[in-house]
């Protein structure tokens, strides 16, 4: 037998543009559900109108323990389109059912508009860890744009 091929996997923007074409209530819901999964028990959702009184942003904001396990660096997390930590588990930190299994619902957010920011906060090795995520406008939905992290002692 000849010497293995490994081959790396492209996904291109047609196929993430194709999950984000979905309703806005449908994007809404998979960020909330997304909440519920990081154990989340209070969700709000801001939405905060411009001069015209249209919506010019929506804020998602949670109490949960943050995005991931800290088996997965967040980087890899965000890269990854499917093969989501929720499908093994099964339930949450805190014994919920998960809702989440696919590993795309996080792409839904495009749905909502051209500037998508994640900003968590989780426990990695008894240290605080931030980051945040976005993808501005003129990016390419291929790259995430921005990767922010910073940790402090808990």
Do not use: Y
Not at 41 to 70: C, K, M, P, W, Y
Not at 131 to 142: D, K, M, N, Q, S
């Amino acid at each position: 037998m000849g010497a293995e091929l490994r081959l790396q996997i492209e996904v291109h923007g047609d196929h993430l543009e194709k999950l984000a074409r979905c309703s806005p209530a449908s994007a809404l819901a998979e960020l909330i559900w997304n909440a519920l999964d990081a154990d989340a028990s209070t969700v709000h959702v801001r939405f905060v109108a411009n001069a015209l009184g249209g919506v010019d942003q929506i804020v998602v904001h949670d109490d949960g323990l943050g995005v991931g396990t800290e088996k997965v660096d967040v980087d890899t997390l965000f890269r990854r389109l499917g093969g989501s930590w929720k499908a093994k588990a099964g339930r949450t930190r805190q014994n919920r059912m998960l809702h989440g299994k696919a590993g795309e619902g996080r792409f839904k957010a495009f749905a909502l508009g051209d500037h998508v920011a994640w900003n968590t906060r989780r426990l990695e090795k008894g240290r605080v860890v931030a980051f945040g995520v976005r993808r501005e406008l003129a990016a390419p939905l291929t790259l995430l744009a921005a990767l922010e992290r910073s940790s402090r002692p808990t």
